[in-house]
């Protein structure tokens, strides 16, 4: 038996009230919902830097939790079997994964950029960007907190 598919769309309001995004979704209608999310910059008010990790993972995470996606980043939803078919398992996923990897090269300053452009998948790219800014982020934290600290004493 053949499954039923419709058609829906999805839209994105940017801060202004604009419509930044319409997506078409398919939603299979046999079985739970298999739409893709799609990201857009302006969802990312705060560019990656290297010395802002924290608040932008925070942001970026917090949106991916909001639909459930999170498990992308970390590397838990396996890919499913490779296969041909349109809108099978395989190719939903990689979808969604892609969706989620350009949300990451778009939410990223010129600098971090060249550091995650190779990477095949998003669990992958934020592997290098935990790696790469995660350490710098709390070095200056504690950076930042020791300067505080001798600015108490001296004062």
């Known amino acids: 038996m053949a499954e039923a598919t419709s ?7 940017s801060s202004n009230g604009k419509t930044v ?15 893709i999310i799609a990201f857009v910059a302006a969802q990312f008010l705060v560019k990656l830097t290297s010395d802002n990790y924290t608040m932008w993972s925070r942001q970026f995470t917090s949106l991916l939790r909001v639909y459930r996606l999170t498990d ?7 890919c499913p ?14 979808r ?7 949300a990451i090269l778009t939410s990223v300053s010129k600098s971090i950029h060249p550091y995650v452009s190779s990477a095949e998948t998003s669990h992958e790219a934020w592997v290098i960007l935990e790696r790469l800014c995660a350490n ?10 020791e300067r505080l600290q001798n600015l108490r004493c001296e004062g």
Do not use: C, M
């Not at 058609?7 to 309001?13: D, G, L, N, P």
């Not at 992308?72 to 396996?78: D, H, S, W």
């Not at 969604?96 to 350009?102: A, G, L, M, N, R």
């Not at 710098?136 to 907190?145: C, D, G, Q, Y």
């Open 81 to 94: 079997l490779e296969d041909d078919l349109p809108d099978s398992p395989y190719d939903l996923w990689v």
């Open 21 to 35: 995004i319409t997506t078409p979704a398919v939603t299979n209608t046999n079985s739970s919902s298999h739409n």
């Open 96 to 102: 969604q994964d892609q969706s989620i990897q350009h």
């Open 72 to 78: 992308f980043l970390q590397g838990t939803r396996p």
């Open 136 to 145: 710098s982020s709390r070095t200056r934290v504690n950076a930042l907190k």
């Open 7 to 13: 058609k829906t769309t999805e839209s994105i309001q």
